[in-house]
């Protein structure tokens, strides 16, 4: 009873922080791979991967595996950053990899319609093309072969 009340809190807390979770069918390797291919193919820059398992390993703590991976395109960020400079502080896009407690392979982002909300923006358009980026994105990454 307390871990289905767990989980329902959990889902409920990244409802509403507007936070996407996606299985992926594709080993953890394999699911950065993926993404970071799909980006190079729609010519979107990744800025940085950051690795927090292995930085957690740097300082002798345990971490499953974890990495962001930190994107954007930068004429659609600009666009943004020139209605309200504050959106910088949430771009570039990341899209976060992970394996569960169970073992299972994730892909965590945060729903564009956050960026919207937490600025001043008139930009529905660009969120909607933020989302549904996003989505494409990691669906095409969660799927292997096998699929």
Same mark, same amino acid.
């Given at each position: 009873?307390?871990?289905?009340?767990?989980?329902?809190?959990? +889902?409920?807390?990244l409802q509403a922080?507007?936070?996407?979770v996606?299985k992926?069918? @594709?080993?953890?390797?394999?699911? +950065?791979? *993926? &993404?970071? *291919?799909?980006?190079?193919?729609?010519?979107l820059g990744v800025?940085?991967?950051?690795n927090?398992s292995? *930085?957690?390993?740097?300082?002798?703590?345990?971490?499953?595996?974890?990495?962001? &991976?930190?994107?954007?395109?930068?004429?659609?960020?600009t666009?943004l950053?020139?209605q309200?400079?504050s +959106?910088?502080?949430?771009?570039?896009? /990341?899209?976060?990899v992970? /394996?569960?407690?169970?073992?299972?392979?994730?892909?965590?982002?945060r729903?564009?319609?956050?960026i919207?909300?937490?600025?001043?923006?008139?930009?529905?358009?660009? &969120?909607e093309?933020i989302?549904?980026?996003?989505?494409?994105?990691?669906?095409?990454?969660?799927? @292997?072969?096998?699929d």
């Amino acid at each position: 009873m307390k871990k289905i009340l767990f989980m329902m809190l959990f +889902v409920l807390s990244l409802q509403a922080n507007d936070i996407i979770v996606k299985k992926s069918h @594709c080993s953890f390797d394999q699911t +950065v791979e *993926n &993404i970071k *291919n799909i980006l190079a193919a729609k010519g979107l820059g990744v800025f940085a991967i950051i690795n927090h398992s292995g *930085n957690a390993k740097a300082v002798g703590m345990n971490l499953n595996d974890s990495k962001m &991976i930190v994107f954007g395109n930068p004429k659609l960020g600009t666009a943004l950053m020139q209605q309200d400079m504050s +959106v910088g502080l949430d771009l570039p896009l /990341r899209i976060l990899v992970y /394996r569960d407690g169970d073992g299972s392979v994730k892909m965590a982002y945060r729903d564009g319609s956050w960026i919207a909300n937490h600025h001043i923006l008139n930009a529905k358009e660009k &969120i909607e093309k933020i989302n549904s980026g996003l989505d494409k994105i990691t669906m095409k990454a969660g799927q @292997c072969k096998q699929d």
